[in-house]
């Protein structure tokens, strides 16, 4: 059972730029959460969504950003017009639905490293 | 919103040595659970240990074992027999049991190094 994958690992974007970050969760899974890594600092969590809705955005920056887990397919988090403050690691993670394995438990992906330059 | 404090930016310890690092949150909801996770220099976040919050039992996995005291709101993770590839960046987690959104709420981090 493959685990989460995210790619790409790296991603250099000029500043405004677009940035597509993806994140194919555990086979299963139909939970995903999407967190944000600055140096040196820990995990922040940006979004949750399952399959075609949004369920908690709260993490989001207001504007710029956004996700999507469609029917088929990976999710997508997507930066529009990038800014040197948004070089970071971005981690996908992905849990099981209420009623199969751990729901507590979050899965993470490797990361991608976004690099503005 | 839960806050989870790791007041040890940095932890050195002796290989085969014990070394303990420090986690406090702050909460007003009864269930929850607790998280420690390791992240080695490749990044990947790896789960070490969890702990729910209405079991009175202290979580163990190998030499990975925690000390939770619910009333001090105190979640302390040991490292027991430290090994070289113990050393990472280790990350307390909470998340919430009642909330039906299970998002982590992480700490800062505390950097680990193993000297040999």
Redesign the interface.
């Given at each position: 059972n493959a685990g989460v994958m995210q790619n790409p690992r790296h991603l250099v974007r000029r500043r405004g730029q677009e940035a597509r970050l993806r994140c194919s969760p555990m086979k299963g899974h139909s939970?995903v959460?999407w967190?944000r890594q600055l140096p040196e600092?820990?995990?922040?969590?940006m979004v949750?969504l399952q399959k075609e809705n949004i369920?908690?955005e709260s993490?989001m920056p207001k504007e710029r950003f956004s996700a999507e887990f469609p029917k088929e397919g990976p999710s997508i988090l997507r930066i529009q017009q990038v800014v040197r403050g948004d070089s970071a690691?971005y981690?996908c993670?992905s849990?099981p639905g209420l009623t199969s394995g751990s729901?507590?438990?979050?899965?993470?992906g490797?990361?991608t490293?976004l690099t503005v330059t | 919103a839960q806050t989870?404090t790791?007041s040890q930016p940095e932890m050195s310890v002796q290989e085969a040595e014990t070394v303990t690092l420090s986690c406090t949150y702050d909460t007003s909801e009864s269930d929850y659970?607790l998280f420690w996770?390791k992240q080695p220099p490749?990044?990947?976040?790896?789960?070490v240990i969890?702990q729910e919050a209405y079991k009175q039992q202290n979580a163990t996995e190998n030499r990975f074992s925690v000390n939770f005291q619910k009333a001090a709101k105190s979640f302390s993770l040991k490292i027991s027999d430290s090994q070289l590839g113990d050393a990472a960046m280790y990350?307390c987690a909470y998340?919430s049991?009642i909330s039906?959104?299970?998002?982590?709420?992480?700490?800062?981090?505390t950097t680990v190094t193993v000297r040999a």
């Open positions: 939970h959460y967190y600092e820990g995990l922040k969590f949750y369920i908690d993490g690691a981690f993670a849990s729901p507590y438990e979050q899965y993470f490797p990361g490293r | 989870v790791q659970y996770y490749s990044r990947q976040m790896i789960l969890r990350f998340r049991a039906v959104n299970y998002k982590l709420s992480f700490g800062a981090g």
